[in-house]
């Protein structure tokens, strides 16, 4: 075998080093595997659409929100995140909504006048493991975070934060689990709360 001599050594060591210094795609930071940040990076579960999130609580989500609304194939999965909207968003056909916990997944509602924050207007609508925080927008009767008016609405680990919580109203069989808010139920028969903590006070009791 030829030997090197000191030039062809050096340069071939320096080659060896710098192979070993670039990790191989996939491989594990630590303990803990490389893991995407923002929910429209394209490493999401399968259905996540580049509809232009980014749940960074700081960028305007609203449009992208309604538009994975109205384009999201049955079911719209939202990663931990927290979702900026400026105005209602309106659920107006079948889906299953889904977050990662609603201290992880949180649509957040700043506006400058008293508006509704989610309206559930159609039927055999889900939402689960989401917190809706509206603490940025002006109270007023009859505005709420949640309002369900369509039928058959289930409601699965929420958490509604101000502005009068939620509201079931003029609907039946919404069924509410492990859920965390104040809820009002209005002329909604055949409703089910169970296992919740449902929060209110002696003058407003919470359901």
């Not at 080659?15 to 630590?30: K, W």
């Not at 490493?43 to 232009?52: E, F, T």
Request: charged share 20%; aromatic share 4%; hydrophobic share 40%.
């Amino acid at each position: 075998m030829p030997q090197l001599d000191r030039r062809a050594f050096l340069k071939l060591s320096g080659v060896i080093a710098l192979a070993a210094a670039i990790p191989l795609a996939g491989a594990e930071l630590g303990s803990e595997p490389l893991r995407p940040t923002r929910p429209n990076d394209g490493g999401g579960p399968k259905g996540l659409a580049p509809w232009g999130l980014v749940g960074d609580g700081v960028a305007d989500d609203t449009k992208a929100l309604r538009r994975a609304l109205a384009e999201a194939d049955g079911e719209l999965y939202l990663p931990a995140g927290v979702y900026r909207v400026t105005a209602p968003l309106v659920v107006d056909r079948p889906i299953r909504i889904r977050g990662d916990g609603s201290g992880q997944t949180v649509l957040r509602h700043t506006a400058p006048t008293p508006q509704n924050t989610v309206t559930v207007a159609a039927e055999n609508v889900t939402i689960e493991a989401i917190g809706i925080d509206t603490w940025n927008v002006p109270g007023k009767s009859g505005v709420y975070g949640l309002m369900v008016r369509g039928r058959r609405f289930v409601g699965r680990g929420l958490h509604v934060d101000g502005n009068n919580g939620a509201i079931v109203s003029n609907t039946d069989r919404a069924h509410w689990e492990r859920c965390s808010s104040f809820i009002w139920i209005h002329a909604a028969p055949r409703c089910r709360v169970e296992h919740c903590s449902v929060l209110g006070s002696p003058s407003q009791p919470g359901i």
